[in-house]
């Protein structure tokens, strides 16, 4: 019997004493069909220590090992698993972003691809190899891929050290086989830009991996062109992303991004829900989810799922299985039951009366919107924004005092509180809003539990995109859950001059807290045009906000001083 198989059964004895027999041979199937039509992908969604604060970078650094570690070897022994992925920042905090003297001290040295190494055996055990060292010793006592997020130190002649927010991949022999410097920073000024993008591509488990990290996820470059011009099938995403409603929660966002571009998406989230940090999740392109999370208390677990190589096209030849595995002593719940079969609703995660997780909120107040009124039969609305014109067609049944409103928006907007603008999107959607007299300010909110009695029957909208917008379905209801593939239909016409006609709806009657339902995309300068964007912050950001900065702890210190000291020494 072949290794996987053997794993496969070890899974199928771990569940058969809440399982029939029947399931039990349906998972053994499930991992003979993995060894021949697929890889199985395990995501870290993963809580840090250090996340609150103070850091011991020694102490840091060793403790998060031993906890990847503990979850690489749990992942390989008892899911047979091919490949794991851990998140942005998931070594060091977020706090390394923007404190540079902190930032140096976790930093690591990562070796070329070009230089074959193996740092397991190659590196020393000094502190500026050990991640990398660890890392690597990790993926070949395991026979596993394994990608991870550090910071990175360069001596670059002229330049001095360079640090940079690095993924890293091992393939099972632990040798280093591609390295990503993150090419779009979301604020993060102590670490240094590249240049030009790094692109990061290499072939393994049958399918053509690109990495790419968070804010990437908005921009042409790097994360379009892996898919359009170096031929990416499966999409690697450590990620520390921000919620964002409506329309860019954590899933909802990943979701929409492997649909537009059609590629299996391995997400790993970093855990703070305080700051609004989390979710991952696996996806397979259009058609949609094969699991995701987003828990709203501290939590650190990983993702399970059989996925097609060779991008989502090869689908068909999988048997989906997924689950939801937390390791002895991590603070949530672990769903009960057999591995959940293709497209089930996701189970449960919220604990009764928790809060939901910081979230950000987007300004509507520029969008074209129509309150919507709800009734058994189908209304119709039509909106348009500067040349997109949308048609919306809704029946349910709502029964309480929240409203939805038809949202439509073909325009800029910017993140970061300003610091990044000119991001052009299209977005045609439905938003639940709270009551109230201001049409647009309580739009797209997390509502309390009694606000969950609404029933769809029927919801389309259909309008003409550009068709240099990378378009996908938007979809997040009140518990930050997406729906699964086979609930919605998504259908795009072949160009018709300078716009693409897009048709979504919902396939099956549905009885949901739904907070969005749309289409959202963003729209890039034309792919063969020679023109890329820039909306990268100018070079002189770092050194002025390390200036500035400096000079504000400076002025506070000398307050504080002379706010304490006795008069009779003033």
């Given amino acids: 019997m072949s290794q996987s198989v053997v794993e496969g ?160 991949a091992f393939d099972s022999a632990g ?100 700051s609004g940090k989390g979710g991952s999740g696996i996806y397979q392109g259009n058609m949609g989810r094969v699991v995701d999370s987003t828990p709203w208390d501290v939590s650190s677990f990983y993702l399970i799922g059989v996925v097609p190589p060779a991008g989502p096209k090869a689908a068909k030849l999988v048997d989906q299985h997924a689950d939801l595995i937390r390791l002895p002593g991590d603070p949530i719940r672990t769903p009960k039951g057999p591995l959940f079969p293709p497209n089930r609703p996701q189970t449960k995660l919220i604990p009764p009366g928790a809060k939901s997780p910081y979230y950000m909120q987007e300004n509507l107040t520029n969008y074209e919107s129509a309150l919507i009124e709800m009734r058994r039969e189908i209304m119709h609305y039509s909106l348009c924004s500067n040349g997109l014109c949308c048609d919306l067609e809704v ?39 709270k009551f109230s007299e201001d049409p647009v300010k309580n739009c797209g909110l997390v509502l309390s539990q009694d606000a969950l009695k609404v029933e769809f029957t029927h919801i389309r909208i259909t309008g003409n995109f550009s068709k240099d917008a990378l378009m996908g379905p938007n979809i997040v209801d009140g518990e930050f859950k997406i729906l699964a593939g086979n609930q919605y239909i998504f259908r795009k016409e072949p160009d018709q001059g300078q716009v693409s006609r897009i048709d979504f709806q919902l396939a099956e009657r549905i009885d949901q807290n739904i907070l969005t339902f749309g289409v959202w995309g963003r729209v890039f300068p034309p792919w063969d045009s020679g023109f890329t964007e820039n909306l990268r912050p100018p070079s002189w950001i770092l050194p002025t906000a390390i200036v500035v900065g400096g000079a504000f702890i400076v002025v506070c210190f000398l307050v504080t001083i002379i706010k304490f000291t006795p008069d009779k020494y003033k």
């Fill in 9 to 168: 059964a070890r899974t199928v004895k771990m569940l058969s004493g809440m399982a029939r027999p029947a399931m039990a041979l349906l998972l053994l199937g499930a991992f003979q069909v993995h060894q021949v039509h697929s890889y199985v992908a395990a995501v870290v969604e993963f809580s840090p220590d250090g996340i609150t604060g103070p850091l011991v970078p020694s102490l840091i650094f060793s403790n998060n090992l031993r906890r990847y570690e503990e979850f690489v070897v749990d992942a390989r022994k008892t899911y047979a698993a091919d490949i794991i992925v851990f998140p942005e920042y998931g070594l060091t905090t977020t706090y390394t972003s923007n404190n540079r003297s902190l930032a140096l001290e976790f930093a690591q040295i990562v070796p070329d691809k070009n230089d074959n190494i193996i740092p397991c055996t190659a590196y020393n055990d000094t502190f500026e190899y050990e991640a990398v060292r660890r890392l690597s010793c990790m993926a070949r006592d395991n026979g596993i891929y394994l990608v991870a997020n550090l910071i990175e130190k360069v001596d670059k002649p002229g330049a001095g050290v360079l640090l940079h927010n690095t993924n890293v």
């Fill in 175 to 274: 040798t280093v086989v591609s390295r990503y410097r993150k090419f779009n920073l979301f604020g993060e000024f102590a670490l240094n830009l590249t240049d030009i993008s790094d692109i990061s591509v290499f072939d393994a488990l049958g399918a053509r991996f690109g990495m790419i990290t968070c804010f990437d996820l908005m921009f042409q470059q790097p994360a379009v062109e892996l898919v359009k011009t170096y031929g990416v099938t499966d999409i690697i995403f450590p990620t520390a992303w921000i919620h964002e409603l409506p329309f860019l929660t954590g899933v909802q966002t990943q979701a929409m991004w492997a649909h537009a571009t059609n590629v299996n998406f391995l997400a790993a989230g970093l855990n703070h829900p305080i």
């Fill in 395 to 433: 029946s349910g049944t709502l029964r309480d005092q929240t409203v939805y409103r038809f949202f439509v928006y073909n325009g800029d907007r910017e993140f970061g509180g300003g610091y990044y603008k000119g991001f052009r999107i299209q977005t045609c959607a439905l938003v639940r809003c």
